[in-house]
């Protein structure tokens, strides 16, 4: 019988692996495919036998979807419990249970975090730097959100394969919802920022148009209902196309 | 030229993998994708602008639930490439002009791209079944090979549309190659239009209704104006 655990080195491969998470999202299965591709090589180095590897497929197969970056806790957890699994300790019903469980609070959390504030907060600051001093930028946008992103991608792995069931404490302890807000109300004075920033950095002057125009522009769009704010590309479309006939036309810029 | 345009499609392809196959770095945000673009022109200053006008319309497009967003990383390299051959093939033409047919391109292709992403994940739902079905009759199955099919679908994707998008781009840049006085007019308060337009989308994610940010946003105003004024001075 060969050694009943993955290593540390079988973390790291997990957590290289978790960046694959959605490589086949599909409607079926949600990020189902992606994590039975991360957790192939805890099969391998545990389910031995056709059947038991097979159902370690079939087990990992069941629709799966929450936040690719959180997902990380999820992942380093279930290869614990595998392996408790393997040891004869617990069942297979408990490692399903706990995936299932954790899926959606972590889905809100990361969610909110990730997606609702610190990707628009970094690019928020990645188009202040990008006004002023161009391709730095994009590098600015990519170390405020990268810095988060690979610390939670790297710690969800080893903490959830350090606590194995335990970690749903110390997802209780994730302040992430508290940062969420803090996020909230830099981005809120960022944009104030960034508002006569951009006004002023129009002609490098302080022009009437582009001092009522542009905050007025932004918090009326702001301002419109959600199914607009879904529809933005069209808007903009819309927007340009009309900007560039009246322009030509004479009658605008 | 031809090793130009391959360069952007594997930029191209490459940025698409990172919005959601792969990775998830933020390569495929458009003031990325717009600046990688640029420098691979030797044009950085046109990918940065259309990368920031681009950046602040899609910041709220938040990837969740089923329905596919624009193709932004796509959009954004065949923008820029648009963007960079105006400047260069259209002497007269004003570069306000240039950029805002840039956007105007970028825009198109994401939401033509929004479309092929929904072809890609049918593939990854058929790769799904396929391997569901060979599990349940007992088989092993292998994600190990049924992930990288996925990737490499999800990256000749991105190439593939961005090469279709330049190509018919391509077309239109000849036709727009003339020297009438429309061209030469000053397009950038349109520009800047969008920019606003993009800086609501930001205000309804950060600011919305509440009380207590709205002055965190007045605040930031404020200060701002009054330190601008006082250098500008």
Redo the contacts between chains.
Sequence with gaps: MGERNIGRLGVVRLVLRSFYLQAAWNYEGLQALGFAYVMFPVARKLAHGRTVAAEFAARHLNLFNTNPVLASYVIGATAKLEEEYEEGRGGAADIVTLKNSLSVPLAAIGDRFFWANLRPLSGLLGVLVAGGAGALGAIVLLIVYDVFHIYYRVKGVFSGYALGAGIVGEIAKLRLMKLSETVGWLGAAMLGILLVVRAYAWKGEWRGEALLLFPLVAVASGLLPEFFQKRITEIAIAVSVAGLLLTAAGVFG | MLREILLLCLAGGVCALDA????????S?P??S???A??LLGA??A??VI??VL??????????G?RPL?DAPVGSVSGVWFTVTLLRTSGSASPSLCY??G??AA??V??LGRRTIMLE??I??W???R??HR??S???????R??PL??IF?FARGFLLCLLAIGVLALAVSLLTDDST?SI??????L?????????????????K?R???L??????????LV??LF?Q
């Design positions: 959601t196959a792969a990775w998830q770095i933020m390569l945000q003031l990325v717009g600046t990688i640029g420098l950085p200053q990918g940065v990368g920031l950046q602040l319309l899609w910041s709220g497009a938040i990837p969740v089923a624009p805002l047919l956007v105007i825009l198109c994401a939401l994940r049918e990854s739902g790769l799904f079944r391997l569901v599990v349940s007992g088989q092993v199955g292998c994600p190990e049924t992930v996925a990737v999800a429309l007019r000053d397009y950038s308060l349109t800047l239009i969008l920019e606003a337009v993009g800086a609501g989308v930001l205000f309804s994610v950060f600011v919305g509440s207590g940010r709205v965190a946003f007045a605040g930031g105003i404020a200060g701002t104006f601008v004024s500008h």
